[in-house]
């Protein structure tokens, strides 16, 4: 897929050392073009919030969002680290501010990796002028940005856009694990830029609804981090003024496509699942449930066994904690039915089998109560995914 810088933006990837094995580690989105770009951000509701989050709060608001570069590191999330993190993420902003001639609150800073561990000094103090150094408008500056902030993903991770009036949005994005519903969503980092002129009003709500119909419906271990960051920035430099309506459709797709790549990408996973919930009281109560079966264990682990235990489906809805009628509930793997009136049925095992064999399917519950609906998107459980979390904090 080609995924193309909008006007005005440059983005490089560099290997600063943080990752001990050279690995790139270091990513720079930057407005290089005009003055600087408008910007919007919903960031992790996890109390125990990341430095990188607090110092990006802080100059969202002390430049009236107003923003010329990202910086994110990989490696290392310089959370629960102190004075010294909090001093280790205004270097971020400051060393890139410095080589960029703006000024540091223009500067919003990411950072992803593990908990607990200070965030060094001196790969900062030669990665960055490195990453400014190597800014360029090409789709593998772009690519290499995507790969620099990867930590447990197997792959980089970028969509695209085009608005209906022209202007492009495009978005980078890693996470494979720690993730779930509510940005906040997890440990997850997505910079999306557009050419398209929005003012800042809209350029937020068109980026609130994104995320919550995207990343906050994603759940791979429902495991909220301490770092989530999504940003949104608007060059203006194609001139277009970007209509309300499509500027959501658009932001939404960039969002949506890049959920669906971490949801393929999950942490030890080997089938993406779409629970959809419908005939709930309301579309609350349908999220609710579609929530509580996309984050059960039990279910999770059927999955991965390719295993129609619709009980464990049943009994997750009705532990959800909305309005359920256990004998009014229907089970369906894609479209065939498992259970029904809250009953088993029969079925074609070696038909469901074969579905649930599939890398991606469905998996649809009708509460049979009213017109809630809702889908969240998740991943199985595997031996794997104990494996990559057993040793990591």
């Known amino acids: 897929m080609t995924c193309l810088l909008p006007g005005g933006f440059a983005a490089a990837g560099v290997a600063s050392g943080i990752k001990p094995d050279g690995r790139l580690d270091l ?52 959370a629960a680290t102190g004075d010294e993190g909090v001093r280790a993420a205004a270097l971020m902003a400051d060393t890139t501010a410095r080589h960029l001639r703006a000024e540091p609150e223009q500067v919003l800073v990411c950072s992803t990796g593990p908990i607990g561990h200070q965030l060094p000094p001196r790969p900062l103090e030669s990665g960055i002028p490195a990453a400014c150094a190597a800014l360029e408008s090409s789709e593998e500056a772009l690519a290499r940005a995507a790969r620099a902030i990867m930590t447990t993903d197997r792959r980089e991770k970028l969509a695209s856009a085009s608005l209906a009036s022209g202007p492009q949005v495009t978005g980078i994005a890693k996470g494979a694990g720690m993730i779930a519903p509510n940005m906040a969503s997890a440990t997850m980092l997505a910079v999306l830029m557009t050419d398209a002129i929005v003012s800042a009003p809209d350029l937020q709500a068109a980026l609130d609804h994104a995320v919550d119909h995207t990343f906050n419906r ?42 669906h790549q971490m949801a393929a990408d999950a942490e030890g996973g080997t089938k993406v699942v779409h629970v959809r919930v419908t005939g709930a009281a309301d579309d609350a109560s349908a999220l609710k449930g579609a929530r509580a079966v996309a984050e ?94 057993m040793g990591h904090s």
Not at 219 to 233: A, H, K, Q, R
Not at 360 to 373: H, K, R, S
């Open 218 to 259: 994603l759940t791979i271990d429902g495991c909220m981090s301490t770092n989530d960051t999504v940003i949104l920035l608007a060059s203006g430099v194609s001139g277009i003024a970007a209509g309300a309506v499509e500027l959501v459709e658009g932001v939404t797709v960039v969002c949506a496509d890049l959920a």
């Open 296 to 389: 059960s264990l039990l279910v999770k682990c059927s999955w991965y066994g390719e295993d129609p235990n619709w009980g464990r489906v049943v009994s997750a809805l009705g532990a959800a904690g909305v309005l359920f009628d256990q004998s009014a509930v229907l089970v369906a793997y894609g479209p065939e039915v498992v259970c029904r009136d809250g009953m088993p049925v029969d079925f074609d095992h070696e038909v469901v089998a074969s579905y649930l064999a599939l890398p991606e399917f469905e998996l649809n519950c009708d509460l049979g109560l009213g017109g809630g609906a809702a889908e969240i998107l998740s991943a199985d459980l595997t031996h794997a995914y104990v494996d990559e979390n």
């Open 27 to 78: 990513a720079l989105v930057a407005v290089t073009t005009g003055p600087p770009a408008t910007a919007a951000a919903v960031f992790t509701e996890n109390l125990s919030v990341a430095a990188p989050v607090v110092l990006s709060r802080a100059h969202l608001l002390a430049s009236d969002a107003q923003v010329r570069a990202v910086i994110l590191n990989s490696g290392c999330a310089n």
